[in-house]
């Protein structure tokens, strides 16, 4: 391949003059560097496509000049020229991120027939040594993850409340965790909780408390949510789902910074910040009077909006990345590429289930996938035949088409779970039962 631009480290000028001989038929823009410090600093300058480096150095080993490489331009292919004797090291150098290594002596052939292999995949997705991880784990340098990552900066020193918004599966949750680590109450509990999966009773119980006698059953006094988060953050998750009833005492909690367990007369004051999150528009929820328009307005003082991932393509590849790294070790695999096609593939993808389903996609295909690389086979591999055909020209077989398509792929991301799924497609529990029976699709299966 014409045009690439080559880093060659070798402290034997005789090796160099030996490798720019070899390369030179094939057109290669070549930097040479006797050392490694020269080298890292023509890193720091200089764009390259591929680094070519001796494991015997002045100053530093091979594998140290890797590292320290890595931190400077960690997509660029990296491969250790070694001698018998530094296989051993040379192997661990693949591990800690080189691209291969060549064993000395090694024929110009196979020299050309790495270098080619490696340039082909330069623009293959490598995960970097430090991700542009702020904030908890929030990953992203799209304009508008960066537009939101102000907006936290700027309101982390405040004591308001904060309504966040957003698809299932957009990562509220982190943005929640990111404004309280980022707050003055950061070294006080932050507690969560699912508004949606609690009955009222349970919910009411959970949230307040209650005393020793208080109903059948209540044999000794427990402390509430708010009083567990007292001094600091309670993140109320799919607060739309909420009953009336405990909208009323919420509301109550905001405004005046106490409450009265269940059955206790008593008033216990809480200095407590509420951060709570919707998966659907909880001010449309005001206009359809399923929601209280006073709460609404008490929790939205800041509101965030959280894009879904189809409109922030930019960060599929990062967040693919930062997955295959996260996966890769808890599996015990040895994956740290994607291929371009496999990023093309993922950024194509419409993900109803966001973030989530593509953190359960990697995962996935780190179960498929083949020595280091991800490629575009490894993806959305279906383990189980839908039977589904492809759309005809109707309008209606068309529509029924697509709502198949994403009910499957919320299952997926959900794991099966039907009302995580309903959750990701933003429909009811009802609704998706209907559809399942409809289609015909067994969750079990």
């Known amino acids: 391949m014409d045009n690439y631009k080559i880093l060659i480290v070798d402290d034997e000028q005789s090796m160099l003059d030996m490798l720019i001989s070899a390369l030179e038929r094939k057109k290669y823009e070549i930097t040479t560097c006797l050392d490694a410090e020269e080298a890292l600093n023509k890193l720091y300058r200089q764009k390259f496509d591929i680094i070519l480096s001796d494991q015997i150095l002045t100053g530093m080993s091979g594998t140290d000049f890797l590292a320290k490489a890595k931190k400077i331009a960690p997509q660029v292919p990296f491969i250790l020229m070694t001698g018998y004797a530094d296989v051993e090291n040379a192997v661990e150098a693949v591990k800690k991120g080189a691209y291969s ?22 623009d293959v997705i490598a995960p970097p040594i430090e991700y542009q991880k702020v904030f908890s784990n929030i990953v992203g340098r799209s304009t508008r993850m960066r537009e939101l990552l102000e907006l936290i900066t700027k309101i982390s020193s405040t004591n308001a409340t904060v309504l966040i918004q957003g698809e299932s599966g957009t990562g509220k949750e982190l943005i929640a965790r990111a404004i309280h680590q980022t707050s003055t109450r950061r070294d006080a509990p932050f507690v969560p909780i699912n508004c949606s999966v609690l009955s009222e009773n349970l919910l009411e119980n959970e949230l307040f408390g209650h005393v020793k006698g208080a109903f059948t059953g ?22 739309a789902e909420i009953p009336a009833s405990i909208q009323t005492k919420l509301l109550r909690v905001i405004q005046e910074k106490e409450f009265k367990p269940l059955g206790s007369n008593e008033i216990v004051h809480v200095d407590v910040r509420i951060i709570a999150a919707s ?55 040895n994956v740290r590429r994607i291929t371009t096609e496999g990023i093309k593939k993922l950024k194509q993808y419409p993900w109803p289930g966001n973030v989530r389903e593509l953190e359960n996609t990697i995962e996935r295909a780190i179960a498929f996938a083949n020595g280091i690389l991800i490629s575009a086979e490894d993806l959305f591999v279906d383990s189980v035949d839908y039977n589904i055909v492809p759309p005809s020209n109707s309008l209606k077989d068309t529509i029924n ?45």
């Open 218 to 239: 209540a044999t000794q006094l427990k402390r509430g949510l708010f009083q567990e988060a007292d001094t600091g953050t309670l993140f109320l998750d799919e607060i």
């Open 401 to 445: 088409y697509n709502i198949h398509s994403a009910i499957i792929r919320a299952l997926q991301a959900a794991n099966g779970n039907r009302s995580q799924a309903a959750r990701i497609l933003g429909i009811s529990r009802p609704a998706l039962y209907y559809q399942l029976k409809k289609f015909g699709i067994n969750t079990k299966k």
């Open 279 to 333: 998966n659907v528009n909880l001010y449309q929820a005001t206009l359809e009077k399923r929601f209280r328009e006073d709460l609404y307005y008490r929790l939205a003082v800041i509101p965030i909006v959280v894009p879904p991932l189809r409109e922030r393509t930019e960060d599929i590849q990062d967040l693919a990345c930062y997955f295959i790294e996260k996966y890769g070790q808890i599996n015990g695999k």
């Open 101 to 122: 290594y060549l064993k000395k002596p090694f024929s110009t052939p196979k020299l050309l027939q790495l270098l080619e292999q490696a340039v082909e995949e330069s």
